[in-house]
């Protein structure tokens, strides 16, 4: 079992930055691979990033990529979503999640696949 907890989440205006933070308990954190996911009220939850175990590979969706940037000390046990540049659109639930890939390099960007979620952090960009 892993224990996921975020933090970090808030009421920033648009163009600003946060910093998520998921700190994980239980298990091995280094071996598994860490996502992040988002979502808002009546739709599905969207994928944001992914980093490898090593944190030496890293995807992010379209809608994202160069605002935001995700990182991981498996020294803390802690993954990071660093997102600037803030836009209204970007307002969800933001989560965190494991998957369990025994320190191979395949980190998926489907929600389905990931074996361990967080509480959850409201993120709230006003315009």
């Known amino acids: 079992q892993v224990q996921l907890v975020e933090s970090g989440g808030g009421l920033v205006q648009a163009g600003g930055s946060l910093r998520l933070s998921c700190a994980a308990s239980?298990?091995?954190?280094?071996?598994?691979?860490m996502g992040w996911f988002r979502q808002v009220p009546g739709k599905e939850r969207e994928f944001v990033a992914a980093i490898s175990w090593s944190g030496g590979s890293t995807s992010y969706a379209d809608s994202v990529k160069g605002r935001f940037t995700i990182s991981r000390g498996n020294a803390k046990n802690t993954v990071y979503l660093q997102m600037n540049s803030l836009e209204p659109e970007d307002t969800a639930v933001y989560y965190c999640?494991?998957?369990?890939?025994?320190?191979?390099?395949?980190?998926?960007?489907?929600?389905?696949?990931?074996?361990?979620w967080g509480q959850g952090t409201q993120v709230t960009v006003s315009s």
């Open positions: 999640a494991a998957y369990d890939n025994y320190y191979s390099d395949y980190y998926p960007r489907s929600s389905a696949e990931y074996d361990y």
């Open positions: 239980g298990q091995t954190f280094s071996r598994f691979a």
